[in-house]
């Protein structure tokens, strides 16, 4: 193995233990929190080296990124699952369709309709996830706290259950776990399974409030090279 390899292998592991103890203090089954790998800006190698080391679940944010790195790699290991987690332009809708198991960046009604309308196109759905912009910050992608009841029946109507739960970036420098609660709540009301929410500087914290899955980036391949 390469150097590069041993390197993600260990910060997969540490990080997969990281997960274990942070389920187990909450009274929670481990197994109840799935790990995304977020692999983006890195060279495929990364995904490569955290597939040897048993990484199934990966996070993309660009769709032309996940374009060039994924496919390849699913001919190889078919069980492999990609989300789309970065905000997503209706333009590349049909694309992301195509590309990934799981969106979780699904925020506004026109971005609904594009993927409805790539949907048909291309006979498959991907999961979905709502994004939440938890924090009102303008500059970020999600719905608004306050559309967010509102946002979420209409995509029940148009999505049934490929609609699966709720994502959040909680803002850089406040203490995210208001955050997390206020997604977990909210699945919790529409009766949504999954809350994706904790990132490489707090995923335990977001695990003890319930998260069901994390995105991990920067612990498991280090910092990232600038895009
Ligand atoms: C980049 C990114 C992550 C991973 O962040 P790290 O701090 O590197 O773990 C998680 N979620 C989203 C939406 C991201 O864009």
Redesign the pocket.
Known sequence: MAPFDNAVAGALARVRSEIEAAAITAGRDAKSVDLVA?S?FHPVEAAEAALAAGQRIF?E?RVQEAAGKFPVLRTRYPDLRLHL??GLQTNKAREAVRLADVI?SLDRLSLADALMKAADQEGRLPELLIEVNTGDEPQKFGVPREEADRFIRDCRVRFGDRLRGLMC?PPANEDPVPHFRFLRSLADEHGLPVRSMG???DFPLAIAEGATLV?????IFGA?PSA
């Open positions: 977020v983006k996070g944010n987690i970065g979780e970036i990132m490489s500087a995105r991990v980036g920067t612990a990232r």
